[in-house]
């Protein structure tokens, strides 16, 4: 359910104004879902998109693609030309755990088959990469990378100097207090340095607004949510878990289909099974037929006959 918009008369006609921190896209579906831990935050994630509209978006930490996706998607549907920036090991490491070649084989389908044109992968540390982005130049970045303390304070110093002057950086995690998990903890730092916006729910979104030159729409985002902080909270985490429902629909119908697939499968072995048998039964009923309708057989019979006569005298 979306937060009530306002509304004004013009004429006879009811014209919805939208608030600052909401609009059309926040109503958006992705098209791609895989696993994922930030599945909520897409709506956000489609306004954002539209409010900045980058020239640079880049990605710390991509994993299966699921925000990525997400960006790459809303920039296409706004007819923005953005290039796009993903950048992971695509191994895991102690946090998300290790994983196989198949993750960077999904990430990278995808991204030839949708978004080649405009997105590139960069496989490696993001420290390897970082060079390869001028000064000045990325207006949307996300950090997702390894979520220890020293480590999101090394990814946002090591990548600052590439921020523009219109800039926004996402930082996820904020809300996760278990051992390792320090974002948090950097998030209370940085927040008051610049405009920013908390969101608590599906493991917590952190919005800075770093750029001195902000786009009109980013001001006017920071200005109404730090007068409603809880209606925006509130409209964005209701949009996410209606999102989270339809993929846990989504989800269950594709268990359902595969468990139904692994029945039917089950149930073609046993019907082969059976014709196999029944079929070995055949043959060998025909084989015993063929032998009693042979001569040998038939002229074999007065002995066969003695035989058995003799073996009853014997008992």
Same mark, same amino acid.
């Not at 926004?168 to 904020?174: E, S």
């Given at each position: 359910?979306?937060?009530?918009?306002?509304? &004004?008369?013009?004429?006879? #006609?009811?014209?919805?104004?939208?608030?600052?921190?909401?609009?059309?896209?926040?109503?958006?579906?992705?098209?791609?879902?895989?696993? &994922?831990?930030? @599945?909520?935050?897409?709506?956000?994630?489609?306004?954002?998109?539209?409010?900045?509209?980058?020239?640079?978006?880049?990605?710390?930490?991509?994993?299966?693609?699921?925000?990525?996706?997400?960006?790459? !998607?809303?920039?296409?549907?706004?007819?923005?030309?953005?290039?796009?920036?993903?950048?992971?090991?695509? *191994?895991?490491?102690?946090? #998300?755990?290790?994983?196989?070649?198949?993750?960077?084989?999904? @990430?990278?389908? @995808?991204? &030839?088959?949708?978004?080649?044109?405009?997105?590139?992968?960069?496989?490696?540390?993001?420290?390897?990469?970082?060079? *390869?982005? $001028?000064?000045?130049?990325?207006?949307?970045?996300?950090?997702?990378?390894?979520?220890?303390?020293?480590? %999101?304070? +090394?990814?946002? !110093?090591?990548?600052?100097?590439?921020?523009?002057?219109?800039?926004?950086?996402?930082? +996820?995690?904020?809300? =996760?207090?278990?051992?390792?998990?320090? @974002?948090?903890?950097?998030?209370?730092?940085?927040? /008051?340095?610049?405009?920013?916006?908390?969101? !608590?729910?599906?493991?917590?979104?952190?919005?800075?607004?770093?750029?001195?030159?902000?786009?009109? /729409?980013?001001?006017?985002?920071? !200005?109404?949510?730090?007068?409603?902080?809880?209606?925006?909270?509130?409209?964005?985490?209701?949009?996410?878990?209606?999102?989270?429902?339809?993929?846990?629909?989504?989800?269950?119908?594709?268990?359902?289909?595969?468990?139904?697939?692994?029945?039917?499968?089950?149930?073609?072995?046993?019907?082969?099974?059976?014709?196999?048998?029944?079929? =070995? $039964?055949?043959?060998?009923?025909?084989?015993?037929?063929? %032998?009693?309708?042979?001569?040998?057989?038939?002229?074999?019979?007065?002995?066969?006959?003695?035989?058995?006569?003799?073996?009853?005298?014997?008992?």
């Amino acid at each position: 359910m979306s937060e009530p918009a306002n509304r &004004s008369l013009v004429g006879s #006609a009811s014209v919805v104004i939208e608030p600052d921190w909401l609009g059309p896209t926040a109503f958006w579906q992705p098209r791609f879902f895989p696993l &994922s831990a930030w @599945v909520e935050h897409a709506p956000f994630a489609f306004w954002i998109a539209d409010a900045v509209r980058p020239r640079i978006f880049a990605e710390l930490g991509t994993h299966y693609g699921y925000s990525y996706f997400a960006f790459c !998607e809303a920039f296409r549907r706004l007819g923005v030309d953005t290039k796009t920036f993903a950048l992971d090991t695509w *191994q895991g490491d102690d946090q #998300a755990g290790a994983y196989g070649e198949e993750v960077y084989e999904y @990430v990278a389908g @995808v991204n &030839s088959r949708e978004f080649s044109a405009s997105s590139t992968l960069l496989r490696g540390y993001f420290d390897d990469s970082v060079d *390869q982005f $001028a000064d000045g130049t990325i207006d949307l970045l996300h950090i997702d990378g390894r979520h220890g303390y020293e480590d %999101v304070i +090394h990814d946002y !110093e090591s990548w600052r100097p590439k921020l523009s002057d219109r800039a926004v950086v996402l930082f +996820h995690d904020i809300s =996760e207090h278990q051992e390792g998990f320090g @974002v948090w903890r950097f998030w209370n730092e940085i927040k /008051t340095r610049h405009p920013s916006f908390t969101f !608590e729910h599906n493991h917590g979104l952190g919005v800075l607004g770093v750029g001195s030159a902000l786009p009109d /729409t980013m001001v006017r985002f920071f !200005e109404a949510a730090a007068q409603e902080p809880e209606r925006v909270r509130d409209a964005y985490e209701r949009l996410g878990a209606d999102l989270s429902g339809i993929v846990n629909g989504r989800n269950e119908d594709a268990a359902a289909r595969e468990a139904l697939a692994r029945r039917e499968g089950e149930l073609a072995q046993a019907e082969q099974r059976a014709a196999a048998a029944a079929a =070995e $039964a055949l043959g060998l009923r025909q084989q015993l037929e063929a %032998v009693r309708s042979s001569t040998s057989w038939k002229l074999t019979a007065p002995v066969r006959k003695f035989s058995g006569a003799v073996r009853r005298r014997g008992d």
